[in-house]
């Protein structure tokens, strides 16, 4: 008899991939969340899982064998209390998948605050291409395949491995569930506020996903990473290997004067090994192809069959995607929301464009921006734009036009995204280039920009 799973916060990247695979194991799968928007809502509507609206406990009269929680949810939702009251058969979404997928696989983990996105995706599109169909779930979807996850062929799994905690009743990250046997571990900075108290304490996660690499096992480490180095000096069982663009690491690139980050030799332990041209933008996707590179050839990849993926490696859906040109106005979608990664996107699409206008625009949605934390480094973060535009809800919490003093008349404020369309749309010129930031759909901004672009006279 098919188990019925029922996955609750199904539209959440992590979650939705979960219910991808397990209706590719077999698995009866339904599923609700609060707000559903695509990539996730067109994937799941593909794979012809149900979902309901919303968290009433009137959806447990599906009677899963099981409720899968994602860490969206907390006590207080009705079909949580409900759940707990019947004394339902529940878990979480890590551990389900730990359990009924991972187990006898070799699991390739990629972590870190910033490019788990798109080293993951980079990565197993270099398995696909050596022809070892890998099991994989990416916090988004990879523009060489169909969906964000997928069961796929042993032994070899490729997982975004997420510092976020499992959920309300197992407060651990989500990847000290994994067990992997590669670990890619990319940076490590201060993020999700609302979970840890300070830098050290993600530290200490980093350090328990450490403990459970065999010696057996690989680890492909950001040289220059500071945090990670403390984090290594606190427990290390497992063979490592660095990459950097800097100093002495194992894997190197070497960027072309003329063409910048879009060609570069790569270069491990001094030697030459592989060229790879491509259309990314920024050094900072050449570091993760050095990652991706590095945890591919613990796989039996080679540098040379490495590369050659790489040149056809298509990007990740919102991650510099460009939604729409209008009257030569390029409108790009970007899930950029830490400062790190704000500056590292802008700085991208800087050596993309040169001198022609940068208009940012930001929704300060994610935890930790709406808790204030990186106020003072949010200015600074958007300085390579020439005007930024920033969405200011009245229930933000903090007062975000006054830690934005510093870039003057650069900046500019919006209560709503109507209000934001209406006041932007007027403003832009042809050759100018919009970069769209925010971790949500931004309330459709990008759609009823472009629209408000096409009725301009």
Known sequence: MTQHIHILGIAGTFMGGVAAIAKAAGYDVTGSDLNVYPPMST??????????QGYGAEQLSLRPDIVVVGNALSRGAPVVEAMLDRGMAYTSGPLWLAEQVLRGRHV???????????????????????????????????????????????????????????AFFDKRAKFVHYRPRTVILNNLE????????????????????????????????????????????MGCWTPSESFGLKGNADWTAQLDKDAGASRFCV?????????????????HNVMNALAAMGAAQHAGITPQRAAAALQAFRGVKRRMEIRGVVAGITVYDD????????????????????????????????????????REQLAPALALAEQSWLLNPSDLGWDLPSSMRELGDRVRFAGSVEDLVRELAPQLRPGDHVLVMSNGGFGGLHEKLLAALQARP
């Open 43 to 52: 994937q799941l509507e593909a794979l012809g899982i149900e979902f309901i």
């Open 108 to 166: 390739i983990a990629v972590t870190g605050t910033h490019g788990k996105t798109t080293t993951t995706a980079m990565l197993t599109w270099i398995l696909e291409h050596a022809g070892l169909e890998p099991g994989f779930l990416v916090g988004g979807v990879p523009g060489n395949f169909d969906g964000s996850a997928r069961l796929g062929k042993q032994p070899f799994f490729v997982i975004e491995a997420d510092e976020y905690d499992t």
């Open 190 to 233: 201060y993020d999700h506020a609302d979970i840890y108290p300070d830098v050290a304490s993600i530290r200490r996660q980093f350090n328990q996903l450490l403990r459970t690499v065999p010696a057996a096992g690989r680890l492909i480490v950001n040289a220059e990473d500071a945090e990670l180095a403390a984090t290594l000096r």
């Open 267 to 283: 270069h491990f332990k001094g030697r030459e090994v592989a060229e790879v041209r491509w259309d990314l933008l920024g050094e």
């Open 335 to 374: 899930f950029a929301h830490h400062p790190t990664a704000i500056e590292t996107t802008l700085r991208g699409l800087r050596a993309k464009v040169g001198s022609a206008r940068i208009i940012a625009v930001l929704e300060p949605r994610s935890n930790t921006m709406k808790l204030g934390v990186h």
